[in-house]
C-alpha cells in the first residue's frame, strides 16, 4: 500500500471542487485531513476505486508510519551531513565553526550541529525545524542576501507550494495577528524579530530569521474603517536557492502553528 508524504500528494488525486461531500470546507482541508491521518480517503465519494485500493481502504496507519518516516528522513539527513566540509561551509551559511561544531542563529538562538548531526541548543527543538536546518547545511546555495523582497507566489521553485503555504501558514498567522494584534508583535519580537522601518507603511513590519539566509519580513496591517486587516510575508529573492520550497513551506507552517500556540497558552 502506498503512503502520502505530504497533503500535496492527497491533494493532487482530488477533484478541486470543494463540493464539501466529506464535510470538509474544501478538498485540501480533506487532504490535510487524510494526510494527517485524521480521515481516509474513501470519505470523498469522487475518487476512483482503483486509487483507493492503490492507497489503501482507510485504515490509519499515519502515526507509525509518519514516525518511521521522519526517523528515516533523519537518518538518510545524518548520513549525508557526515560528507559535508563543516568548516568551510560555516561562513557560506551565515554561521561560525568552532568546538567542531557548526553553529548557526536559528530565530536569533545559538543551534549547533556537528558533522554526526548532533545539535545541541538552548532553544526547545521542535521536530519540523530539524530536516530543513540538516537540509540547510547539505544543500544550501548559501547566496548572499539581495535584500529584494519578494512574495512566496514569485519564487520560482515555490510555486506548487503557494495554495498551501496561504492556507496552512498566512491564514494561520493572520488569525493569530487579528486575533491578538498586540501579543502577535510581540511574539515576533520574542524571536528577535528585527524592525523595518516605512516598509508599506505597515502597522507591524518585522523581520525574522528561522535561517541566516532565510529571512521573512511579516508585513500586517490592522483592520480600519472599511477597510479588512492584511497579512502578507516576503522572502529574500534568493529564498528557493537558499532552502527547498519544502522547507519554506515546512518552517512557514511551523512557526504559524507555534505563534498559534503560544498565543493561545499566553495571548
Ligand atoms: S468530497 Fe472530495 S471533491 Fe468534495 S470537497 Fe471533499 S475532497 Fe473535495
Known amino acids: ?36 491521518g485524521r480521515a481516509h480517503l474513501n470519505e470523498c465519494p469522487h475518487i476512483d476505486e482503483k486509487i483507493i485500493s492503490k492507497y489503501g481502504n482507510g485504515q490509519n496507519t499515519f502515526e507509525p508510519k509518519i514516525s518511521q518516516d521522519y526517523q528515516k528522513k533523519i537518518d538518510l539527513l545524518k548520513g549525508n551531513l557526515a560528507g559535508i566540509d563543516l568548516p ?42 530539524t530536516p530543513p536546518v540538516y537540509n540547510y547545511i547539505i544543500n544550501s546555495s548559501g547566496l548572499p542576501l539581495t535584500g529584494e523582497w519578494v512574495s512566496f507566489r514569485e519564487l520560482q521553485k515555490a510555486m506548487d507550494w503557494h495554495t498551501f503555504f496561504n492556507h496552512q501558514c498566512v491564514k494561520t498567522l493572520k488569525e493569530v495577528a487579528d486575533t491578538y494584534t498586540n501579543f502577535f508583535e510581540d511574539i515576533i519580537k520574542l524571536f528577535n524579530g528585527k524592525q523595518v522601518e516605512n516598509h508599506y507603511d505597515s502597522d507591524i513590519s518585522l523581520i525574522i530569521y528561522p535561517l541566516p539566509r532565510l529571512p521573512i519580513l511579516i508585513c500586517y496591517n490592522k483592520p480600519e474603517d472599511e477597510l479588512e486587516s492584511d497579512l502578507n510575508l516576503f522572502f529574500d529573492s534568493t529564498a528557493d536557492k537558499n532552502c527547498n520550497a519544502e522547507d519554506i513551506y515546512t518552517i512557514g507552517t511551523g512557526l504559524a502553528q507555534m505563534f498559534k500556540k503560544l498565543a493561545l497558552t499566553h495571548g
Open 1 to 36: 500500500m502506498v503512503q502520502f508524504n505530504n497533503t500535496m500528494e492527497v491533494f493532487k488525486l482530488l477533484e478541486k471542487t470543494n463540493c464539501r461531500e466529506c464535510n470538509k470546507p474544501t478538498c485540501l482541508a480533506f487532504a490535510a485531513a487524510v494526510f494527517q
Open 88 to 129: 568551510t561551509k560555516a561562513e557560506k551559511l551565515g554561521g561560525h565553526f568552532t568546538n567542531n561544531k557548526l553553529t548557526i542563529k536559528i530565530l536569533g538562538k545559538d543551534f549547533s550541529v556537528d558533522s554526526q548531526g548532533n545539535i545541541s541548543t538552548d532553544i526547545h527543538v521542535n521536530s519540523w525545524i
